[in-house]
């Protein structure tokens, strides 16, 4: 179990009816523990997301995290980033979440100042950012709300910017999306969800975390402005791209 969370049992008792996926306090409460053990390759993603913002953070700009949960984006990036007279701009939509991410990142004198703001990113505002990350964030924005803000995202950019997106996704090949669905729930059970969680969390999530496939995703990169986007990690269903300005 993670320590520095409780460990998640949200959909370990059976229910009649299993009710969309929301980032409540129950969810905030577990949720170190929950994406860890959900997501492969979370903690790599989050950890080089900071190698990332070493690379490309530029001196002066704005780091915005998109969708920052906890924080623990933001916390990578703070400690890679070396350009001065940056700003971290957090944002989630959650209270839950923001309240749990405000108590548990400490405010470090001499390192970039991180500012939590609970606001909706469909409409938060996005100015003078050297590097945006959208780390599992964009899958549970409506599919038809996403190149808009993926429009905004890469205006806000400045010359040689970069946005971190990292996703679920689907396949077009039915076979493979099959055996990619199959080794996720492998992963899941390997770290102790058993078949009633995976299957109860699976209904909540139906409507709720739409994945697309990395051609959707690069094409409407494009359509937005980046100039490219490219694959720097991939474990079973789950990616992490580079889209440049
Ligand atoms: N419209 C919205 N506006 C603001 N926030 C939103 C919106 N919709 C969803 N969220 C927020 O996006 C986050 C997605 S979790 C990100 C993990 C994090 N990036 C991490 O690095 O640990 C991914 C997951 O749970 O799989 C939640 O905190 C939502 O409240
Ligand atoms: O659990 C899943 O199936 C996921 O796709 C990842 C996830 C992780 C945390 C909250 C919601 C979804």
Known sequence: MNQDS???????????????????????????????????????VINLSGVLARQHVQSNSNCYDLGCSLGATSLALQSGIEANGCKIIAVDNSPAMLEQARTRVPDLPNRTPIDWVCDDIRTTPIENASLITLNFTLQFIPVEARKALLTRIQRGLRPGGILVLSEKIAFEDPQEEHLQIEMHHAFKRANG?????????????????????????????????????????QCFNFISLVARK
């Open 193 to 233: 969800y058993n078949d009633l969680e995976i299957s109860q969390k699976r209904s909540a999530l139906e409507n709720v975390l739409i994945p697309e496939t990395l051609a959707q995703h690069q094409a409407r990169l494009k359509q937005a402005g980046f100039v490219r986007a490219d694959i720097w990690f």
């Open 6 to 44: 409780e460990q998640d049992r949200v959909y370990s008792e059976q229910r009649d009816r299993v009710g969309d996926f929301v980032f409540d306090q129950q969810v905030a409460r577990v949720f170190p523990d929950m994406i860890r053990r959900s997501v492969p390759g979370y903690a790599t």
